[in-house]
C-alpha cells in the first residue's frame, strides 16, 4: 500500500499511510503495518500542515508546509522551502543546545515534511500561560536556550568559513524574513491591509501611535537593526507557541523563520510574549485579582531568562570564545583578561538594550498587526481585552522608544507594574 507521489502534494490524514508507510523511519517508530496508523490534523498555528500520526510502537509528528499562508489562504503565497529551513535550524539548535528540540526522524525536501518527535505530554506554552500553570526550570531553559544558540551561531564562536557558508544559506530565508520585516516593524505603524485592532476600544491609542514620530522611528531602527545585522542564527519566531512544557520540561520547535540576525531579536520577542501573557491575566482570572500572584510569577520567568541568559553568555564568551571575534590573543593571552571582561559587558548592555526594543516592537504588532496572540484573543470582553492589550501597547511604546534609558531589568519590571496598576496612561 505504498505510494511514492513525486510532485509536491499536501498530506491529509487520510492518506498519511499510504503515503508515508514505505518511509523506514517513521516504521521504526509506529510499527511496520502501516495500515493500523491512525494521523489526525491538529496544526493550529498560521502557516503549516501538522499531524499527530500514532501506530502500535509509539507516534510522530508530521509537519507539511503548505504553498500559502494557511491563516490567511491561498491569496498569500508563501514557499515550500520553509521546510528546508526549519530542517537546517533544528540540525543546528540540536547541536548547540542538545535535547531542547524535538528529534528529526525523517526529512523530504520535495514534499517540504519534517517527521519528528512527538512531545508528549507537553503542551504549548501560550495555552499553560492561560490556564494559570508554572512551569519549573522554564526560566532556565530558555536562558540557556537563547545564550548557547545564539552564542554558538556567531564569529565569537564559528569557524568563520562555516559561518559564511551557513549566513549564505539562511539568506535565502526571504520570504519568511520580508514576513517579519513588514508584520513586526511596519504594519503596524499603517493602515496595512489585513492589520486589525479591537475596536472602537483601541482606536484612540492606534490613531496616536500612528502619528506618533519618535515611535515610528524607533521601530525603523529596530527593523534596520534586524535586517542589517546578521550576527547569529536566529530561532526567528521565538514566542511562548513555539515552546512546548510539561510542568518540568522546556522544548522549543518551529523555527521556520530561521535566519541570521541580532542576538537581541530572539530574546526581545521571548520576552515580549510573556510581557503580553501578564497583562492578558485579568482576562482569564475567575475573579479580579485572582491572578496577581500569576502575575508576578511571570515578571520572575522574565527576569530570570535574562539573567540565566546573561550568565550562561558569559560562560560561553569566557570559555568558547574561539572565532574571529575578540579573539583570546588579543586579551588573555597577553594576560589581559579584564579587556575580555569589559568587552564582555559592553556586548551584553548593547543586547539589553536592543532586546527592550524588539520586545516593545513584538508587543505592539501582537496587538495591532495581522498574528495576534491567543492570550488576547480568548478574551470574551471585547472592553476587557482591550483594556489589557492598552497595557501593552503602553509598555511596548516605553520600551521600544526608550530602550537605551531603561538600565536594567528591574527597571523595566517597575515600568510594567506601573503601567498594570493603571498609573501611566
Ligand atoms: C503570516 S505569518 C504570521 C506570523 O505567524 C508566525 O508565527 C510569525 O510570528 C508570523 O509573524
Ligand atoms: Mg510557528
Redesign the pocket.
Known amino acids: 500500500m505504498n505510494s511514492i507521489v513525486t510532485e509536491y502534494e499536501p498530506l491529509t490524514a487520510g492518506t498519511i499511510q499510504v503515503r508515508l508507510g514505505h518511509i523506514e523511519a517513521i516504521r521504526e517508530r509506529l510499527g511496520p503495518d502501516a495500515d493500523k496508523w491512525r494521523a489526525s490534523e491538529v496544526g493550529d498555528?498560521?502557516?503549516n500542515l501538522v499531524f499527530i500520526v500514532t501506530g502500535p510502537r509509539g507516534s510522530v509528528i508530521v509537519k507539511q508546509a503548505l504553498p500559502y499562508?494557511r491563516?490567511?489562504g491561498d491569496s498569500?503565497p508563501?514557499p515550500l522551502k520553509r521546510a528546508f529551513f526549519e530542517f537546517h535550524a533544528l540540525k543546528r539548535q540540536a547541536a548547540r543546545d542538545p535535547g531542547m528540540v524535538p528529534e528529526i526522524y525523517h526529512f523530504d525536501e520535495g514534499q517540504a515534511l519534517i517527521v519528528m518527535e512527538f512531545l508528549h505530554p507537553h503542551v504549548i506554552l501560550r495555552q499553560s500561560l492561560m490556564a494559570g500553570t508554572r512551569h519549573e526550570g522554564l526560566a532556565d531553559a530558555m536562558g540557556k536556550f537563547c545564550a548557547r544558540t545564539l552564542f554558538r551561531g556567531t564569529d565569537l564562536a564559528m569557524e568563520a568559513p562555516a559561518r559564511k557558508r551557513d549566513l549564505a544559506l539562511f539568506a535565502e530565508n526571504i520570504e519568511?524574513c520580508d514576513?517579519?520585516e513588514n508584520?513586526?516593524f511596519s504594519d503596524p505603524y499603517f493602515d496595512a491591509e489585513?492589520n486589525h485592532h479591537t475596536s472602537p476600544q483601541l482606536d484612540d491609542i492606534v490613531a496616536r501611535m500612528r502619528r506618533d514620530i519618535d515611535l515610528k522611528v524607533a521601530a525603523q531602527e529596530m527593523k534596520a537593526k534586524f535586517s542589517n545585522n546578521a550576527e547569529t542564527l536566529l530561532h526567528?519566531?521565538l514566542?511562548t507557541?513555539?515552546i512546548m512544557v510539561t510542568a518540568q520540561e522546556t522544548r522549543v520547535i518551529?523555527p521556520e523563520?530561521a535566519v541570521y540576525g541580532p542576538i537581541g531579536f530572539d530574546i526581545g520577542?521571548l520576552l515580549a510574549n510573556f510581557l503580553m501573557a501578564y497583562y492578558a491575566q485579568p482576562g482569564h482570572a475567575a475573579s479580579a485579582g485572582a491572578r496577581q500572584d500569576y502575575q508576578e510569577w511571570i515578571l520572575g520567568v522574565v527576569a530570570e531568562i535574562w539573567r540565566v541568559f546573561q550568565s550562561e553568555f558569559s560562560q560561553l564568551w569566557r570559555s568558547e570564545r574561539n572565532g574571529i571575534l575578540f579573539q583570546k590573543s588579543l586579551f588573555e593571552d597577553q594576560g589581559d583578561a579584564l579587556g575580555a571582561e569589559q568587552a564582555l559587558g559592553r556586548r551584553l548592555n548593547a543586547i539589553w538594550h536592543d532586546t527592550l526594543g524588539f520586545a516593545g516592537a513584538e508587543i505592539i504588532?501582537?496587538t495591532l498587526?495581522?498574528?495576534h496572540i491567543a492570550e488576547y484573543d480568548q478574551i470574551e470582553s471585547d472592553d476587557m481585552r482591550a483594556a489589557c492589550e492598552r497595557k501593552g501597547l503602553l509598555l511596548g511604546r516605553q520600551i521600544l522608544v526608550n530602550r537605551e534609558g531603561i538600565a536594567n531589568m528591574q527597571a523595566a519590571l517597575d515600568l510594567a507594574r506601573i503601567i498594570e496598576r493603571g498609573e501611566m496612561g
Open positions: 498555528g498560521n502557516l499562508v491563516l490567511v498569500w508563501l519568511l514576513i517579519t508584520l513586526v489585513l526567528g519566531d514566542h507557541g513555539s518551529d523563520f520577542m504588532r501582537r498587526s495581522l498574528a
